[in-house]
Structure formats: structure tokens, C-alpha cells
């Protein structure tokens, strides 16, 4: 089965920085998407960042520039680098995979296999 596991969420004052990580086991799919989303208290779900097995890459407008997603294939392990950070980005950072591969960082149909979550605060 699918597992997805995040780590690297910290407290951290506005304009740090902070690289979350998400490691994969028991994905077999040679093609896929892995994303970043997040969700504050009170408010809906929202994809941040997202990559394919093409290397392709999509950002929400509000990261642009500030995040960045990446993948090591080696280690099965989806990296987001948050440099910039502000008291808004403050949430629970989720990491999401599945084969729709083409679909990127599109919300719909939902992704397949979600990680537990790891918290981000952004302290003004």
C-alpha cells in the first residue's frame, strides 16, 4: 500500500525559510504527480506546488517565487523548499501523489493517497 509520510514543519519567524520532505514507499507507478497542499483553520484545502514524473512543475500564484517543489527519485522523497515565508502561509502542509500524471496541481478528481500532515507557523 501507498504511504506518504511528511516531516520538516517548525515554528519560524516571517521571511524564513523551511524545506518540508514527504517519503514514499509502495508507490509502483512509473508515471505520476505528487503535490503539496495545505489547509488553515477555517478555510478549504489548496494545492501549493506540483510535479510529474516528466519533471513538470505547477505553483499556486501565491508561492510563486518563494516555493519550490522538487523530487529525488533515488530516495522516493518529494522536497518543499519554502524560503520568504509569511504569518499567511501558516498551515497544515499535506503531501499527495497519485498516476494523473498530466493533471498536475488540478484539484479534480481529487489526489488518490494523502500523508498525515506536518504543521508550518509563520510568526509575524
Known amino acids: 500500500q501507498v504511504q506518504l509520510v511528511e516531516s520538516g514543519g517548525n515554528s519560524v519567524q516571517s521571511g524564513g525559510s523551511l524545506r518540508l520532505s514527504c517519503a514514499a514507499s509502495?508507490?509502483?507507478?512509473?508515471?505520476?504527480?505528487m503535490a503539496w497542499f495545505r489547509q488553515a483553520p477555517g478555510k478549504e484545502r489548496e494545492g501549493v506546488a506540483a510535479?510529474?514524473?516528466?519533471?513538470?512543475?505547477s505553483y499556486a500564484d501565491s508561492v510563486k517565487g518563494r516555493f519550490t517543489i522538487s523530487q529525488d527519485n533515488a530516495k522516493n522523497t518529494l522536497y518543499l523548499l519554502m524560503n520568504s515565508l509569511k504569518p499567511e502561509d501558516t498551515a497544515m502542509y499535506y503531501c499527495?501523489?497519485?498516476?494523473?500524471?498530466?493533471?498536475?496541481?488540478?484539484?479534480?478528481?481529487?489526489?488518490?493517497?494523502w500523508g498525515q500532515g506536518t504543521q508550518v507557523t509563520v510568526s509575524s
Open positions: 499527495a501523489a497519485d498516476e494523473r500524471w498530466w493533471l498536475l496541481l488540478h484539484p479534480i478528481p481529487t489526489y488518490n493517497y
Open positions: 509502495g508507490y509502483t507507478y512509473s508515471s505520476y504527480r
Open positions: 510535479i510529474n514524473s516528466n519533471s513538470e512543475t
